[in-house]
């Protein structure tokens, strides 16, 4: 079976955090030899970009690493932290392939990457490894959520699991990269194919409600979103959002991170009117997707805004095409905790029900919004997972089991299982 650890430190050195993080994941392997190692970095550390080389030290030269930087918090069994290293160790019957790919605007040299993963996890299936899935790990602000997911399901097929994350920086909104080998890039994307015995079980959940009425996106490029229903973008998110009688920041900065952090945007369908998102609670069999007539019972596809543009534009954190119905949405504390249980709950039930631990990636968004009481999250899904877990917050969350049509999101929580069985 898989073999977990997990390990998350806040020494005073990037370096130095590293060394231990990778000291108590060992050791919760049990003397079983590591393959892949899942690590975030935060960037406020001064020698971040040693970062690599201290992992290479520590893990020896046959371990795959990969991961990237933190977007505000690392956590992990023991709880989180604001400045820090998480590090996961996977080991045990368990079989990785690593590609990269250039981060393109269109990202289609992710095509040939993610057919390579797919090729090896059909050879793997012959030896018996027949449970497999893909952890993508790009660069967040300088690429397209959408897009990277779309060239990736499209090299691996619809018989591959996602999971994985678009990087932070620690809210910067200037610098995430990914951990590719022995370097920290902002050019890459980087695939990791895992072929396994046991079952890998996905779920994303984010717990936010519609607030403002249905629109429709009248006018968008990409990633660039310029008219809902007509209007400049902006000034109608705005006044959705107006709904809920929070006090409006002027500052530009202020009123990005009040918009992304408080009111995402809620994508309803696709332009050919297929009802987007997830049912809101668990499905035991994970069977088919429950279909809904609206957004009634279903969590929306959502989406936070990366930059304000001039004219109303908005900039998000992936494409959104023309004629898809939107809603502006809210959430309390208490819906964001209890879809992280939610989460964590699926994702095990997804796995077989008994765990060797788990990847956990939350939306930097949740941090900002639950704030001091943050640690809460990671602490519900500990209790709900009832396995050790490591990971940290992210700028854009990727998720999709055999069943799901979505796989990109924002605002949302991941868990990644996996099981014993």
């Known amino acids: ?11 005073t050195t ?29 960037v406020g550390y001064d020698d971040v970009e040693a970062t690599p080389l201290a992992l290479r030290r520590a893990l020896g030269p046959d371990v795959t690493i990969v991961g990237g930087t933190a977007g505000g918090a690392v956590f992990g069994s023991d709880g989180c932290t604001s400045r820090g290293v998480s590090v996961v160790l996977l080991g045990g ?16 040299a992710a095509v040939p990457a993610a057919k390579d993963i797919a090729r090896e996890a059909v050879d793997a299936a012959r030896r018996g490894l027949d449970e497999h899935a893909c952890l993508v790990f790009a660069p967040g602000l300088f690429v397209d959520g959408e897009a990277v997911v779309a060239a990736v399901r499209k090299g691996a097929g619809i018989g591959m699991q996602l999971a994985g994350a678009l990087t932070g920086d620690d809210l910067t909104m200037d610098r995430p990269a990914v951990l590719d080998e022995d370097q920290l890039v902002a050019d890459r994307i980087v695939l990791v194919g895992l072929c396994t015995k046991t079952r890998v079980g996905i779920a994303a959940r984010h717990g936010w409600r519609v607030l403002g009425p249905q629109r429709t996106v009248t006018r968008a490029e990409g990633q660039l979103l310029f008219e809902i229903d007509g209007r400049p973008a902006l000034d109608v998110w705005l006044e959705d959002a107006a709904h809920a009688r929070l006090s409006t920041p002027t500052d530009p900065r202020e009123l990005l991170l009040h918009l992304a952090n408080h009111f995402p945007l809620g994508l309803l369908d696709e332009p ?25 019972g279903r969590e929306l596809v959502a989406r936070t805004p990366f930059a304000l543009r001039d004219g109303g534009a908005v900039q998000l954190s992936g494409s959104v095409p023309e004629n898809t119905r939107v809603r502006v949405l809210c959430a309390s504390r208490n819906d964001l905790l209890r879809a992280s249980r939610d989460a964590a709950r699926t994702a095990t039930l997804r796995a077989g029900g008994k765990l060797a631990g788990a990847l956990v990636l939350a939306c930097s968004g949740r941090l900002a919004i639950l704030g001091d009481a943050f640690a809460e999250e990671p602490a519900q899904i500990s209790e709900a997972l009832g396995s050790s877990f490591g990971g940290a917050c992210v700028f854009g969350e990727i998720a999709r089991n055999v069943r799901d049509l979505d796989a990109f999101f924002n605002v949302t929580v991941v868990v990644v299982a996996f099981g014993t069985t």
């Not at 079976?1 to 020494?11: D, H, I, L, N, P």
């Not at 050919?272 to 957004?295: I, K, L, M, Y």
């Open 1 to 11: 079976m898989v073999r977990f650890g997990s390990g998350m430190s806040e020494a």
């Open 14 to 42: 990037a370096a130095g955090a590293a060394c231990i993080a990778v000291e108590q994941a060992r050791g919760a392997l049990g003397g079983v030899r590591p393959t892949l190692a899942i690590v975030f970095v935060s």
């Open 93 to 108: 019957e368990l079989e990785v392939v690593k590609r990269s790919a250039a981060a393109s605007p269109d990202m289609l």
């Open 272 to 296: 050919s009117g297929t009802v987007r998102g997830r049912p809101t609670t668990p499905h035991p069999q994970d069977g088919p997707a429950r279909e809904a007539p609206d957004d009634v």
